[in-house]
């Protein structure tokens, strides 16, 4: 399973890489900027997750693979937006699957470290919506989490479910995917549903 | 006294998670949008110190009691605001309290690391405004430490009055006291009273 | 060459503490709000570096120098504003030598943890433009990096060749400076000739 969770690392890194390549793109900025804060968007989260946990070293410092990796998906999101029409929403789909992959890896790392059941989805939600946070204030957009759909709640979910789901005998990885997949399904319905939860005002 | 801290603490994480649930229901999020806030604003201050003076597991990691406590503040602080009329200033208020438990926490874990008074002032106030920038950064709210009324000030000075009085030889425990009331006066004044220090401006 | 990077840490923690002074005092804040966002500006660079590779204490903890000199810093910064008039571009220009030596800090400290060149470079340039980062999130102005002008372009930059000197065989020292005047020189040519790189727009 370590391959695999590596793998999929590098697939959130990819799609937040993206992310972070289109934000900064629409604030306008020459390509190292781009590249900047594809990278940081990218390891946002990862990083706050190893820090935390006190993982050292951090998983972009000794392995060069996360970094080049991002450097190839910014790279293709400029490209292709010189060539094709970015697709509508493009920005809340690398986003919402990095929130999953991202949510689910900093969980399974929270439980190997054998933190409690409310201390992995506060974990895994943290690491999930890291990367995007930093990626908001740098660009200084409204973050992603003010957003009235589903953001933050659908990672949280997500981490429960897998938490619930390992408790009633269900495998490991079988839990874990139905945590990531959970995860972008309530998000992407979010997004393309308008589905939300009920919110609180106070004046 | 580690007993006390630890209290001291708690009561800290749950005031300054009052204050990041008022500014997320402010926001319109949704219940776990606003649990989420108001974590990242209650755990956010002491994770800085305890990251940076190295200290692990951090504070809220093997111990799941805070996350415990900020839930129960946010979802009192919530259900409060469905049944009474919240009260003026109660994000001020709590902000206030917090800012002073954290301060003083954070000055005195540094003491302990053997900091220098400085160092000392430094990240005491570090961890007291660290939250709520946090929350007012993710909340897209102008930062606390930007309002012209004393902020950091206060919880400089109160660091301050504790090391000196401790120096005169007072004891630890009386200093440490002298220093949480001291900055919650101080910045309650500066709230209530409209007390501030001169500025500077520069065009 | 150790003793003549702490000198340039400490320059670079000057000129910085100085740019958050001047972004504190055009936002009105008062004499200890000014100091804690000049410290927390001057400090916020080599912190990342710091706790990313895992190097404790952090810079600032167990040494009350950089605090102290940032504090003078500080104090000629607001002192010089009531006497003089502040030229233009200060905060512009005391950012860039910030970045320039931040940067290269940061990339010759990763040199020396045994990172890889697309590391050191992604190391350095977070070094050198974390700081200004931090400043212009807490006193709400669009972040330096958001300018059109080469910004973390410039710190890049001036890593690369750095990196690329010294692997051509010119000595440690003289790629280092190269890196500094090359990254200092390329930033200021561009707030002052008003260079820029090719930058991408998506709608």
Redesign the interface.
């Known amino acids: 399973m370590t391959r695999l969770l590596y793998l999929l690392d590098l697939i959130g890194v990819a799609v937040f890489a993206a992310s972070g390549a289109?934000a900064?793109?629409?604030?306008?900025?020459?390509?190292?900027?781009?590249?900047?804060?594809a990278?940081?968007t990218a390891v946002g989260g990862g990083?706050i997750r190893d820090?935390?946990?006190?993982r050292?070293?951090?998983f972009?410092?000794?392995d060069?693979t996360p970094?080049?990796v991002i450097?190839a998906a910014a790279l293709i999101t400029?490209a292709w937006?010189?060539l094709l029409p970015?697709p509508a929403h493009s920005l809340l789909i690398a986003d919402a699957l990095g929130l999953a992959l991202f949510a689910m890896s900093g969980a399974r790392i929270a439980c190997e470290?054998?933190?409690?059941s409310?201390?992995t989805i506060?974990?895994g939600?943290?690491t999930g919506?890291g990367g995007g946070?930093i990626r908001d204030?740098?660009?200084?957009k409204?973050?992603m989490?003010?957003r009235?759909d589903?953001?933050?709640?659908a990672a949280?979910?997500g981490i429960g479910a897998y938490l619930i789901l390992r408790r009633l005998g269900l495998s490991e990885r079988a839990s874990f995917y139905v945590g990531i997949v959970g995860i972008a399904v309530l998000r992407l319905s979010a997004v393309y549903g308008g589905w939300?939860?009920?919110?609180?005002?106070?004046?």
Chains 1, 2, 3 share one sequence.
């Open positions: 289109l900064a793109m629409s604030s306008n900025l020459d390509l190292l900027g781009v590249l900047v804060i990278s940081v990083t820090v935390l946990l006190n050292h070293p951090v972009w410092i000794q060069a970094l080049t450097i400029v937006s010189r970015i470290a054998g933190c409690s409310l201390v506060f974990m939600t943290l919506v946070a204030v740098l660009t200084a409204v973050p989490i003010l009235q589903i953001y933050a709640s949280a979910a939300q939860l009920p919110s609180f005002r106070y004046e």
